[in-house]
């Protein structure tokens, strides 16, 4: 039986979900799921648009605003993180950010992000994004909403530790290595 889910998924999400951690990898999938079919309305979906990022990646973003000062057209860019290679939980697979995507002619091309938190497009009383928030949480996970200095697209699932523990735990040999289309990932031991 095919799984009607699939027909409304991301195909991009899907395949960005298939680099998350293998221990949070098909609850976050689930959830994913359930909530892009169901808790959303027909005008939305929901995407993650970034899951596990290479040190290299974090290298990349944290030398925007720093070193990296201007973009191919010129334009002046700013900070985007605070943290390097091996400094975010992205690095381990453990974190997820989410966007909105809206299909706002009903042309069925879901071709506007979003990142209000707070508009109820599907018109059902609830905020679409603690709609997601919700369904998140109900899998164990954190959101970075919820911290002192907010970062509302953000969630993970760090069992208990931050970045300097996993970080440890790559140094000291503590992690499996998996071969996924070709890329190796480093998964630390939980
Ligand atoms: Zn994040």
């Not at 648009?49 to 030398?63: G, I, K, N, P, V």
């Not at 720093?66 to 334009?75: C, I």
């Not at 931050?162 to 289309?181: L, T, V």
Request: charged content about 30%; aromatic content about 12%; hydrophobic content about 40%.
């Amino acid at each position: 039986m095919t799984d009607k889910r699939l027909k409304y998924a991301d195909q991009i999400t899907l395949e960005r979900i298939k680099v998350l951690h293998p221990a949070i990898r098909d609850k976050v999938r689930e959830a994913y799921l359930n909530v892009n079919t169901h808790m959303l309305g027909k005008c939305v979906r929901l995407r993650l648009a970034y899951t596990t990022r290479s040190l290299e990646e974090q290298d990349a973003l944290y030398a925007i605003g720093r070193t990296k000062l201007f973009d191919a057209s010129g334009k002046r860019l700013g900070k985007v993180t605070n943290a390097k290679g091996g400094q975010s939980i992205h690095n381990y697979g453990l974190a997820w950010d989410i966007v909105l995507l809206l299909d706002t002619n009903g042309d069925g091309n879901f071709d506007t992000a979003s990142w209000d938190t707070v508009a109820d497009f599907d018109g059902d009383m609830v905020a679409d994004w603690m709609e997601v928030v919700d369904a998140f949480k109900a899998i164990g996970a954190e959101w970075g909403g919820d911290w002192k200095f907010t970062d509302k697209p953000h969630f993970q699932m760090a069992f208990g530790m931050d970045w300097r523990a996993m970080q440890e735990k790559i140094h000291n040999g503590e992690f499996e290595i998996e071969e996924i289309d070709r890329i190796k990932y480093k998964w630390i031991k939980l």
